[in-house]
Structures are given as C-alpha cells and as structure tokens.
T-cell receptor, first 112, second 117 residues
C-alpha cells in the first residue's frame, strides 16, 4: 500500500530564515505530487505540483519554491520566510492527472 | 474559472441526528470530478469520495451518502445518525479535466461539523 510522509510535523521559524519541508511517497512510482497551504480558517490553496523529476509548476507567485530531486520526493523551500508564510502545509500524491489525491499528515509552520 | 462554495461555515447537531453538508460548484467543463475530504483535528485530509460528472447516481457508504445533481451544480453530503467521531471539517473539492495545465483541486472553504454528545 502507498504511504506519504511529511516532516517536520511542526516548525517555528523567525522571519527571514530559510525553510525546507520534505515530502516522500512510498509504494508507488512516478506519482504526481502536490503542495498545498491551508491558512488559518481558510480552505486549501494549491502552491506547486509536479508530474515528474525536475518538473515543477507553480500556481501562486510567492517567495516559496519547490523541487523534485527524486521520483518520490518533493521539497518545499524558501530563502527568507515572511510572516504570511505561516500555515499548514500539506503534500499530496495521485497516480495520474485528475485522479484522487491522497494527503500526508501535514506540517504546521509558524513564522514569528 | 472553477469555484466551490460551501455556504455552511459551521454546523452543530446532537449525536444521532442526521446532517447534510452543502456543496455548490461552478465550472465550464462538461468533464470534471468532485470530491469530499474529511479533516479531523489532527489535520490530515482523509479522502471520502470521488465522483465524475457523468455519474449522477447517488452513493451510499454506511452512514454516509452523497447526492449529486448536475441541474443545480450541487454535490451534497449527508451523515445519518451522526456520531461524535464525525466531528471534523469537511471539504468539497472540484477538479476540471481541462484545468489549463493545473492538476490541483479547487477546494471550498470547508464546513466545521460539531457533533455534541
């Protein structure tokens, strides 16, 4: 069966510091991978998605970036965090386009 | 542009009552997919159902049922005989076939369901 992992589970970072969140998927190959952000009291917003190694599509212009160095690894990064980057970050995977997306446990990020 | 509206921000019912969560969507595509996810306090989104636009049959899974009506662009979710463990935020989501390259889900803002013992 497939599982999706995210770490860290929680993170408190000062404004201006760098960020690296990691997501890995087990039990499948060549998945589509996604990063979403959920701000407090709001729905989920798609940030990035990837259909293969090195292929990243950005949906929202911002100071975040994503990379996919390996088939089942998806990384969300920032060089300098802003207060507005606080939120709950969820990684998801799907087998193919338009198919069900399965979500990881998420990372709670607080920028102070 | 696609859009999902969950007008009920919060619903509170007493255990064993039936409750319906509303979802209305907007899309110009004839082929699309609708989803419901549950987000318990732990935060992880749990997949509940996926329905394509050509399948209007209602579905029942235990105490859960879904009513898809293309005529009103609605995909409502009913929990029968609610239980405290059903307390969570429920999200309705839409995925268009021709998403302009974007394969992400468009989520509603969620309905916070509170089941009181």
């Amino acid at each position: 069966s497939q599982t999706i992992h995210q770490w860290p589970a929680t993170l408190v970072q000062p404004v201006g510091s760098p960020l690296s969140l990691e997501c890995t998927v087990e039990g499948t190959s060549n998945p589509n991978l996604y990063w979403y952000r959920q701000a407090a009291g709001r729905g989920l917003q798609l940030l990035f998605y990837s259909v293969g190694i090195g292929q990243i599509s950005s949906e929202v212009p911002q100071n975040l970036s994503a990379s996919r160095p390996q088939d089942r690894q998806f990384i969300l990064s920032s060089k300098k965090l802003l207060l507005s980057d606080s939120g709950f970050y969820l990684c998801a995977w799907s087998r193919r386009l338009q198919e069900t997306q399965y979500f990881g446990p998420g990372t709670r990020l607080l920028v102070l | 542009a696609q859009k999902v509206t969950q007008a009920q921000t919060e619903i509170s019912v007493v255990e064993k009552e039936d409750v319906t969560l509303d979802c209305v969507y907007e899309t110009r595509d004839t082929t699309y997919y609708l989803f419901w996810y549950k987000q318990p306090p732990s935060g992880e989104l749990v997949f509940l159902i996926r329905r394509n636009s050509f399948d209007e049959q209602n579905e029942i899974s235990g105490r859960y049922s879904w009513n898809f009506q293309k005529s009103t662009s609605s995909f409502n979710f009913t929990i029968t005989a609610s239980q405290v463990v059903d307390s969570a935020v429920y999200f309705c989501a839409l995925s268009e076939r021709s998403g302009g390259g974007a394969d992400g889900l468009t989520f509603g803002k969620g309905t916070h369901l509170i089941i009181q013992p």
